[in-house]
């Protein structure tokens, strides 16, 4: 289906939809990430086809994603030293993930990917207080190394996969000490980078549809805005409930579709 015929089904009800959607999805995604269970399937349902949907959903989601990184920094969420130097890792991953797609067996990357999942939730949910207060100081060298491993690894499987890779994320600066909303800040410059990385890739294929994705960006904008600001200012008593009903809500779909697809 190419972008010309699309385009003349954009119709005043299909932009309507669209702005909804994205707006919703941003709200979600700009916190804990998973805005692709929104997103993608109200691209899907448009009737574009998968390659279109993840590239133009990329394009999208990278506009939202560029929101919640400015209103995370400005309110200091992010350690701005590692961020820029984890970034362009997740960049490189990313843009390799999507490049080598056809490597890996979909099949066996849901199987794992359900497994891990689980783990995240299960471990979060027992720590009750996690996250609650920051307890990093100084990274050593393991955790450095970590970082490094963890920036480029869920880079790679965000162009090459994506299915829960903001709560990989989450955890991984969880792990390292940082509290839930700074992990989330953290996150989300990450996810930022590795999504454009991706987006590289789909638009070398020609595989996004630029006037959908402005129009369902323009409402991440605004719906990561929103979503950011609650985050910032509710904390933890608001980003750890909405990460743990994400993350449970992927390990749904990824469950659903190994039974039923």
Do not use: C
């Amino acid at each position: 289906m190419g972008e010309g015929k699309i385009l003349e089904i954009l119709d005043p009800s299909t932009i309507a939809f669209l702005l909804l959607a994205g707006f919703i999805a941003a709200f979600i995604d700009s916190t804990v990430g998973g805005g692709g269970l929104i997103s993608t399937p109200a691209l899907l349902a448009l009737g574009l086809p998968v390659n279109f949907a993840l590239g133009t959903n990329k394009l999208a989601a990278s506009m939202g994603g560029l929101m919640s990184v400015f209103s995370f920094w400005r309110a200091g969420k992010i350690n701005q030293k590692v961020a820029i130097s984890l970034m362009p890792l997740s960049f490189l991953g990313s843009a390799l993930g999507a490049y080598v797609v056809y490597l890996l067996p979909e099949q066996l990357m849901k199987n794992v990917i359900v497994v891990l999942l689980v783990a995240v939730a299960v471990y979060t949910y027992r720590r009750k207080d996690w996250g609650d207060v920051s307890a990093v100081k100084q990274l050593g060298l393991a955790a450095l190394l970590g970082s490094v491993v963890m920036a480029f690894g869920i880079g790679f499987y965000d162009g090459f996969f994506g299915p829960g890779t903001g709560s990989f994320l989450i955890f991984g600066f969880l792990f390292l000490g940082y509290d839930f909303v700074t992990a989330a800040g953290n996150a989300k410059a990450l996810n930022f980078a590795s999504g454009i990385g991706a987006l590289l890739s789909f638009t070398l294929s020609g595989s996004v549809l630029w006037t959908y994705g402005l129009l369902m960006g323009f409402a991440m904008v605004i719906g990561a805005y929103f979503g950011s600001r609650m985050a910032i200012r509710h904390g933890a008593s608001y980003v750890k409930p909405l990460y743990l009903i994400v993350t449970t809500l992927l390990i749904g779909k990824q469950v659903y579709e190994l039974l039923f697809k």
